[in-house]
């Protein structure tokens, strides 16, 4: 007798007890060669391979032909001959005993119904197997007919090939005469690839390495069988709890509610049976989360150019890895974009230069994106050999955070919780669905033959995913601590669902800006999923709408959506970030807080630390959601939704403070930072930075140089927020003026489009004030992306200043133009107020993109050069028709110069826009000018910049407008 030292539980042999060691000390030694899935048992990893059909050395694994699968979790029980005779059975039906002796094998009845064999297809209980020579066979010898027992519904029969003739066996309920076998075509049934397309309905003839047993629960009984989890709870994992040994503090978690034998659906005829006392499904090692989790995982070591990665451009050319969408039989672009997501382009609310459709003649492509998803997640060979293609100066050859490895027991956990967001959403878009769409109908789950049961890719790729997301998003929305994204920490928080959902968001937001269709169908899936269920999440518990987890993962959603390129993502991230917006109001945290100050001798400074990096991280998350209201209001032309008379939170503090390592680090920084005169330590003050509301109050005043304001990046970028509100308020106010002019004499005090456009002319030197202060940053600190990024913001605000730009895309979109050279100059007029302010200011926009490193930009950046490409293209329609001889009218005399390549304190770019002298070109590919008087070679310049940044779903819509209004 032997005891365990972590519970003191007795085993009679060593083996059990080593065995039993692992279920406490968390080692999982055996590992998946296809999935990289970790198993702290061997026979688990065996029948685990089962489910890929192939063993470590990819040898196909041979079907357990004759074997009784197994039925919500468990092994299959002796029939009732060798009960009663107290005799080993082997559990084959029918088994060898009853065989050998002429004997009727009868299948012993459980306490469980026999709905679930019925419908895995597998024989019913009470049935009996009669000797082969007293039937006489089909024209097939070995077919098996499944006859459903008296009071059960009739099933669809299924053809069975079992191992050989001399076996072969026929099924009939006890209570009735035993009836010749009637083998079916050959066609009733064939299961079809996980990776492949649904074929028509139509009787096939299958090769003999196709005649495999088949059986599967449909999606429909899926859908029926299974039932939701709580909101904060995880979903319901596939485990016998009756013969699991629950850990300490585990009890109240184990319930028998959660079995759901339904939900992960195995082929039954695929897994071999062991003993009796080795009776556990193979998932139960993985799902189960560690008892013990550290906070930090180790570091990974390793840098970008050590991945085995490339130049991205190659990545259409790389035939390494195995394309997922290369069984697919529906059109795709080069990028491996679907023809719905291709065709739906035209119906955008967004980027319209191009003739529009309505909404709804295009094609839905929510569904889509899920059963695409579902796809990719089923290709476990091509994601084991997939791998991004990148190159190390996309990056800055800096990494922004620090990205841990991931633990695969976190893996394990949010595969899990994986299936149920995938099966919920796929059950809401195919309800009431009577006829599958015809872009949607090759991805069926139930038509594969296999399984539900999906795998998201290995560790490794999901890292990759996570460092893409800390080197792009994480720069711009900084919302992660200590510089250090550990997925780990966060998928073991209070709220396990909501974590899932903020960690599966990161992810799809890193794998958006991979050029790869694997990495395309994962971001468009996982927004969908994550969509519904965090939907989901709110609606089943109000309380979540506060919830600082649930608005991060919002967040990340409403900018993953508003620039993912798929046009009904798009609509549903603009119509629900009102819903979001009002969730942070309702939640008060926009509200100012205060903070009484501590002594730093009465509190430990780690807890003074941990205390701000809370409210640090409340604020952040405000003024995050501030800034995706201030970048879709500028691309959609619309006023934002906040006010900056509600923002009175506290700004974001130094990126110094927020990303210090340690209590040490952090107060010294803090000291620096907030300095008190006379030696006073600022520490435990609660020293914070003004609100939005009181900064702007300074800045209208005049007061942030004399009283000494210092601001970073991200505060000078968020007080470009209500110049943003007063310019588009001052443009929707002009636009309604009519162009007439009446005779009458009017009110002093009466609005005018005169006094309007006075208005717009405040609003422009309160622009040239902020870019007054962004200059004074900029002596005495380095560019960085964020300041980028607020100039970038800071060129199309003024713009929009001096031009109309809806306006200019009626122009382009040719609505109500007639094609006079009278009207082209009326039109002219009525888009660009001031011509050389416009060139200028898109000459800067230009120079900033292309400065930007290609694998960091922000994800609207090919918006930006939509924007200025066709306010320059609106330009050379009417230079190009006065610069003709014989209108008599020549360029303004003065030397040419790179509006996209000159700063804007360069002695040309001042003479142009003080004395309107010069010739504006831009520089291309070759380092050479190219004049900005013809509109295709314009065009063409602008589809050359988008060429040279990483291509997205959104970037390729642009492109592809821009290419056809070139062509005209």
């Known amino acids: 007798m032997v005891f365990c030292t972590y519970c003191g539980q007795s085993f009679t042999r060593d083996e059990h007890l080593e065995r039993h060691i692992l279920t406490h000390t968390n080692v999982k030694p055996f590992k998946c060669f296809t999935c990289h899935m970790s198993f702290a048992r061997r026979d688990l990893l065996q029948r685990h391979y089962t489910v890929h059909g192939k063993d470590q050395n990819q040898e196909v694994i041979p079907a357990a032909n004759g074997m009784i699968p197994k039925s919500a979790g468990r092994?299959?029980?002796?029939?009732?001959?060798?009960?009663?005779?107290?005799?080993?059975?082997?559990?084959?039906?029918?088994?060898?005993?009853?065989?050998?002796?002429?004997?009727?094998?009868?299948?012993?009845?459980?306490?469980?119904?026999?709905?679930?064999?019925q419908r895995m297809g597998v024989p019913p209980e009470g049935a009996v197997a009669v000797p082969p020579y007293?039937?006489?066979?089909?024209?097939?010898?070995?077919?098996?007919?499944?006859?459903?027992?008296?009071?059960?519904?009739?099933?669809?029969?299924?053809?069975?090939?079992?191992?050989?003739?001399?076996?072969?066996?026929?099924?009939?309920?006890?209570?009735?005469?035993?009836?010749?076998?009637?083998?079916?075509?050959?066609?009733?049934?064939?299961?079809?690839?996980?990776?492949?397309?649904?074929?028509?309905?139509?009787?096939?003839?299958?090769?003999?390495?196709?005649?495999?047993?088949?059986?599967?629960?449909?999606?429909?009984?899926?859908?029926?069988?299974?039932?939701?989890?709580?909101?904060?709870?995880?979903?319901?994992?596939?485990?016998?709890?009756?013969?699991?040994?629950?850990?300490?503090?585990?009890?109240?978690?184990?319930?028998?509610?959660?079995?759901?034998?339904?939900?992960?659906?195995?082929?039954?005829?695929?897994?071999?049976?062991?003993?009796?006392?080795?009776?556990?499904?193979?998932?139960?090692?993985?799902?189960?989360?560690?008892?013990?989790?550290?906070?930090?995982?180790?570091?990974?070591?390793?840098?970008?150019?050590?991945?085995?990665?490339?130049?991205?451009?190659?990545?259409?050319?790389?035939?390494?890895?195995?394309?997922?969408?290369?069984?697919?039989?529906?059109s795709q672009d080069v990028h491996g974009d679907a023809l719905p997501i291709i065709t739906a382009r035209d119906a955008w609310t967004v980027f319209r230069c191009t003739p529009t459709v309505p909404s709804t003649s295009c094609p839905k492509t929510a569904r889509l994106n899920l059963e695409m998803l579902e796809q990719t997640l089923r290709n476990h060979e091509g994601w084991s050999t997939w791998s991004?293609?990148?190159?190390?100066?996309?990056?800055?050859?800096?990494?922004?955070?620090?990205?841990?490895?991931?633990?695969?027991?976190?893996?394990?956990?949010?595969?899990a919780i994986t299936q149920s967001f995938l099966h919920k959403a796929l059950e809401i878009h195919r309800e009431g669905a009577s006829l599958p769409s015809p872009a949607s109908s090759?991805?069926?789950?139930?038509?594969?033959?296999?399984?539900?049961?999906?795998?998201?890719?290995?560790?490794?790729?999901?890292?990759?995913?996570?460092?893409?997301?800390?080197?792009?998003?994480?720069?711009?929305?900084?919302?992660?601590?200590?510089?250090?994204?550990?997925?780990?920490?966060?998928?073991?928080?209070?709220?396990?669902?909501?974590?899932?959902?903020?960690?599966?968001?990161?992810?799809?937001?890193?794998?958006?800006n991979i050029l790869s269709r694997e990495a395309r169908m994962l971001t468009g899936g996982l927004t969908e999923a994550?969509?519904?269920?965090?939907?989901?999440?709110?609606?089943?518990?109000?309380?979540?709408?506060?919830?600082?987890?649930?608005?991060?993962a919002a967040l990340l959603f409403t900018v993953q959506a508003a620039w993912s390129g798929d046009k009904w993502q798009m609509d549903i991230a603009m119509g629900q970030r009102g819903m979001y917006f009002a969730m942070l109001r309702h939640s008060g945290v926009l509200e100012s807080r205060s903070v009484a100050p501590t002594h730093p001798e009465h509190t430990n400074t780690d807890q003074l630390w941990i205390e701000w990096i809370q409210n640090e991280s409340r604020s952040r998350l405000i003024y995050s959601w501030v800034m995706v209201d201030q970048d879709m209001a500028l691309f959609h032309d619309t006023a934002p939704l906040f006010s900056v008379t509600e923002l009175a939170a506290p700004l974001p503090d130094a990126d110094r403070l927020w990303e210090a390592k340690s209590a040490a680090e952090w107060s010294s920084i803090f000291e620096q930072v907030h300095e008190f005169s006379g030696g006073y330590s600022s520490v435990g003050s609660g020293a914070r930075p003004l609100s939005l509301r009181d900064l702007f109050r300074h800045f209208l005043d005049e007061e942030m140089i004399p009283l000494g304001i210092e601001t970073t990046p991200l505060q000078l970028r968020l007080l470009l927020h209500p110049l943003q509100s007063l310019v588009c308020q001052y443009n929707q106010l002009l636009s309604c003026f009519s162009d007439s002019k009446s005779n009458r004499v009017q009110n002093p005090r009466a609005m005018t489009a005169a006094s309007t456009r006075t208005r717009l002319e405040e609003v422009q030197s309160l622009l040239q004030r902020w870019f007054d202060l962004a200059e004074r940053y900029l002596t005495a600190n380095p560019m960085c992306p964020m300041m980028q990024t607020s100039l970038v913001i800071f060129h199309i605000i003024s713009l929009n200043a001096v031009t109309n730009f809806p306006e200019?895309?009626?122009?382009?979109?040719?609505?109500?133009?007639?094609?006079?050279?009278?009207?082209?100059?009326?039109?002219?007029?009525?888009?660009?107020?001031?011509?050389?302010?416009?060139?200028?200011?898109?000459?800067?926009?230009?120079?900033?993109?292309?400065?930007?490193?290609?694998?960091?930009?922000?994800?609207?950046?090919?918006?930006?050069?939509?924007?200025?490409?066709?306010?320059?293209?609106?330009?050379?329609?009417?230079?190009?028709?006065?610069?003709t001889p014989s209108n008599g009218m020549f360029p303004v005399p003065g030397p040419s110069f790179a509006i996209d390549a000159l700063p804007p304190e360069h002695p040309l770019i001042v003479r142009y826009l003080t004395k309107r002298e010069g010739v504006p070109c831009v520089t291309k590919r070759d380092g050479s000018q190219m004049a900005i008087d013809q509109p295709y070679p314009v065009l063409l310049h602008c589809i050359e910049t988008i060429d040279e940044g990483v291509a997205t779903r959104l970037s390729d819509g642009i492109r592809s407008k821009l290419d056809r209004l070139a062509r005209g």
Not at 178 to 196: E, H, I, K, W
Not at 827 to 833: D, E, N, S, V, W
Not at 862 to 879: E, H, K, N, P
């Open 442 to 512: 090759h991805f069926s789950p139930g038509a594969h033959g296999g399984s539900n049961f999906v795998l998201l890719p290995p560790t490794r790729v999901l890292e990759y995913f996570l460092r893409s997301y800390a080197n792009c998003f994480e720069r711009y929305y900084p919302l992660t601590s200590r510089g250090i994204l550990d997925a780990n920490e966060l998928m073991h928080c209070y709220n396990d669902r909501a974590a899932s959902l903020l960690v599966l968001m990161m992810i799809a937001q890193g794998a958006m």
């Open 388 to 415: 991004p293609h990148w190159d190390e100066v996309d990056f800055a050859g800096t990494e922004h955070l620090t990205v841990m490895q991931l633990h695969e027991s976190t893996r394990d956990k949010l595969l």
């Open 808 to 883: 200019i895309e009626r122009l382009a979109r040719r609505e109500n133009i007639d094609g006079t050279y009278q009207q082209l100059v009326w039109m002219h007029k009525r888009c660009i107020f001031d011509l050389e302010e416009a060139v200028y200011h898109c000459g800067q926009v230009f120079r900033l993109i292309r400065s930007m490193p290609r694998g960091i930009r922000p994800p609207w950046w090919a918006g930006a050069i939509y924007r200025v490409g066709l306010i320059l293209w609106t330009d050379s329609l009417i230079q190009r028709e006065n610069m």
């Open 75 to 117: 092994t299959p029980i002796a029939c009732s001959n060798c009960a009663k005779t107290k005799t080993k059975c082997d559990k084959k039906f029918p088994c060898s005993r009853c065989a050998g002796r002429n004997l009727k094998c009868t299948l012993r009845p459980t306490r469980r119904s026999t709905k679930n064999a």
């Open 134 to 330: 007293t039937e006489q066979l089909g024209p097939q010898d070995g077919a098996v007919e499944v006859v459903c027992p008296s009071g059960s519904p009739r099933q669809q029969p299924h053809t069975l090939k079992p191992a050989s003739p001399q076996t072969a066996v026929t099924i009939s309920p006890e209570n009735k005469p035993p009836t010749p076998a009637v083998d079916g075509p050959p066609g009733d049934f064939v299961q079809q690839p996980t990776s492949g397309p649904t074929p028509p309905p139509r009787q096939v003839q299958m090769s003999p390495s196709m005649q495999t047993p088949a059986v599967f629960v449909p999606y429909e009984d899926f859908a029926q069988a299974s039932e939701s989890s709580d909101s904060g709870s995880s979903p319901r994992f596939m485990l016998d709890w009756s013969q699991m040994q629950v850990p300490v503090g585990y009890e109240g978690v184990v319930q028998p509610t959660m079995l759901i034998n339904q939900e992960m659906m195995f082929d039954p005829q695929g897994i071999p049976i062991g003993a009796p006392e080795d009776a556990m499904l193979p998932m139960m090692t993985e799902i189960v989360p560690p008892l013990i989790t550290p906070l930090e995982t180790p570091k990974a070591p390793r840098s970008l150019s050590d991945m085995d990665i490339g130049h991205p451009g190659n990545t259409l050319h790389q035939s390494r890895h195995i394309s997922i969408c290369s069984t697919h039989s529906f």
């Open 530 to 552: 994550c969509r519904i269920s965090l939907f989901d999440l709110i609606e089943r518990n109000v309380i979540m709408s506060g919830d600082p987890i649930v608005l991060h």
